[in-house]
Nanobody
Framework: QVQLVESGGGLVQPGGSLRLSCTAS????????MGWYRQAPGKQREWVAS???????NYADSVKGRFTISRDNAKNTLYLQMNSLKPEDTAVYYC?????????WGQGTQVTVSS
């Protein structure tokens, strides 16, 4: 199992930036992909970005060029740098660790982009 603890969410104005962090503990060596997902009110959870154990990054079209996913292996921490934020980015953001034996999820952190 992998336990995930997120931080960094909050209220930001349009055009602003936030950096989300997700610290993993447990059997972290079993992770092959980590990702960020989000769920807006009344909508299904959607995939935002992912990072494989080999360092490959992928992004949803809606955030490409604005968001950057990265990791610090020494700290067992995943990051999501969010720039040029838009109101439509408002959602609860979740961190996920994908293992060959299953997936583990963080508790979610609220990101609100509003004037």
């Amino acid at each position: 199992q992998v336990q995930l603890v997120e931080s960094g969410g909050g209220l930001v104005q349009p055009g602003g930036s936030l950096r989300l962090s997700c610290t993993a503990s447990g059997i972290t060596s079993s992770i092959y992909t980590m990702g960020w997902y989000r769920q807006a009110p009344g909508k299904q959870r959607e995939w935002v970005a992912s990072l494989t154990s080999g360092g490959e990054t992928n992004y949803a079209d809606s955030v490409k060029g604005r968001f950057t996913i990265s990791r610090d292996n020494a700290k067992n921490t995943l990051y999501l740098q969010m720039n040029s934020l838009k109101p439509e980015d408002t959602a609860v953001y979740y961190c996920a660790a994908h293992r060959r034996g299953g997936s583990d999820w963080g508790q979610g952190t609220q990101v609100t982009v509003s004037s």
